[in-house]
């Protein structure tokens, strides 16, 4: 399932630590896993578990408790928008809800053609700027009125069809 070349990606994350302290390389790993799969299935769980020496539980915890490890496959373009209360304060659901809408999709959901998965976020940390979202866990996008969302998709698509 994971492949040799992500072992030796994990063997480097995991050099960083202690040798009894290596399952502190646990979110690293799962992020080279996700990098590899595009999502962190529970096979990838087990191997990761089993590299780290700690139970699947725990590695499934950490798993579940971030929303930047995707646990099923996703769209090519994973958009979360923070619905915490400072950008709720600040049009945060009403984003999400004008992406559902131009998206045709519902929290949690991926469009038919693959392109946008679409998912609420706790803070992003750019309270100031909101309302926020975050492209692919990596990409932040401040002050999102209807026209920059307009052009963020537009252009996300134009993306997404060339490849």
């Keep these: 399932m994971i492949s040799e070349e992500s072992k030796v990606r994990f063997a480097r994350e995991v050099a960083k630590y202690p040798a009894d302290q290596k399952q ?3 979110m690293a790993c799962l992020a080279i896993a996700q990098q590899e799969l595009g ?3 529970e096979d990838a ?18 798993t579940s408790f971030y929303n930047m490890y995707n646990q099923r496959p996703v769209g090519k373009f994973k958009l ?4 915490n209360l400072p950008c709720q304060l ?9 992406l559902e809408k131009k998206l045709g999709v519902s929290i949690g959901e991926t469009t038919s053609d693959g392109l946008f998965t679409l998912q609420q976020s706790e803070c992003l940390g750019a309270c100031a700027d909101s309302p926020v979202l ?3 866990d990596r990409s932040m996008c401040s002050f ?4 920059k969302l307009d052009q963020l998709v537009d252009a996300l698509r134009a993306l997404g069809d060339k490849e």
Excluded at 80 to 83: A, G, L, Y
Excluded at 90 to 98: F, I, N
Excluded at 144 to 147: G, K
């Design 24 to 26: 502190s390389a646990v």
């Design 80 to 83: 979360n928008v923070c619905t």
């Design 134 to 136: 975050l492209v692919n």
């Design 45 to 62: 769980e087990r191997s990761i578990a089993d590299y780290l020496g700690m139970p699947v539980m725990a590695v499934h915890e950490v």
């Design 39 to 41: 999502y962190v299935s």
């Design 144 to 147: 999102m009125t209807a026209d």
């Design 90 to 98: 600040r049009e945060g659901v009403s984003t999400l809800k004008y």
